[in-house]
């Protein structure tokens, strides 16, 4: 009898993973026209399978539609998301999820806000956590602290910046700026 295995495959490298050894700094970005709303929502239908039944309020204004890399912008939502709901623990709480219109230095850009109720972040380490490998002492959930780092790097490639305001057992507010460079 003839058993199939699972189908082989023969490891070579690609070209860009060859190009990326070579370079060694910056991510790529692929921009098409999106709108944040839409990643933003599919990011938070992402986290309610894992967490059904915890609440999440979110909150749109203005035109959230610009040229951005959709796919990188979904993995920052989801690290964001991700974290407010580990900090928040199954005591829960509530996230507050927006995105607004802003002018960046007079250029078009575009505010992200990822706002939890979790027990908040010290001010020593509202810098240190977008540090690669960087956990605070204590984090519960499984991580092993890149997400903020690779976070970060996303919105940097975007020509934009990432940033967290927190009080210590109100919340956390994490926030990043875009870029809108102009239609094509
Ligand atoms: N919303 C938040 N509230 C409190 N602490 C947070 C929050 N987001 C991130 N942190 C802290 O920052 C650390 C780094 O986050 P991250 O880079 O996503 O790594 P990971 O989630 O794998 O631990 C977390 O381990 C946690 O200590
Ligand atoms: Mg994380």
């Known amino acids: 009898m003839l058993i199939r295995g699972p189908p082989r495959f023969t490891l070579r490298p690609v070209p860009w993973a060859k190009a990326r050894a070579r370079r060694g700094t910056g991510l790529p970005i692929g921009r098409k026209q999106t709108d944040l709303r839409t990643v933003l929502r599919h990011a938070v239908e992402s986290i309610e399978t894992v967490h059904p039944g915890r609440e999440i309020v979110v909150a749109s204004e203005g035109d959230t539609t610009g040229l951005f ?18 900090a928040m623990g199954s005591e829960g709480g509530i996230l507050r999820v927006g995105a607004a219109k802003v002018n960046l230095a007079n250029r078009p850009g575009v505010e992200v806000r990822i706002e939890d ?42 020509g934009g910046e990432m940033g967290v305001e927190s009080e210590p057992g109100k919340g956390s507010r994490f926030w990043f700026t875009l870029r809108v460079p102009p239609r094509a």
């Open 69 to 86: 890399d959709a796919d990188r912008i979904l993995q920052a939502f989801v690290n964001l998301i991700q974290n407010a709901y580990d």
């Open 117 to 158: 109720t979790g027990p908040g972040i010290p001010a020593e380490y509202q810098q240190r956590i977008f540090e690669k490998f960087f956990r605070m002492p204590g984090t519960k959930g499984e991580g092993i602290g890149l997400g903020l780092y690779i976070s970060r790097e996303i919105v940097a490639a975007h």
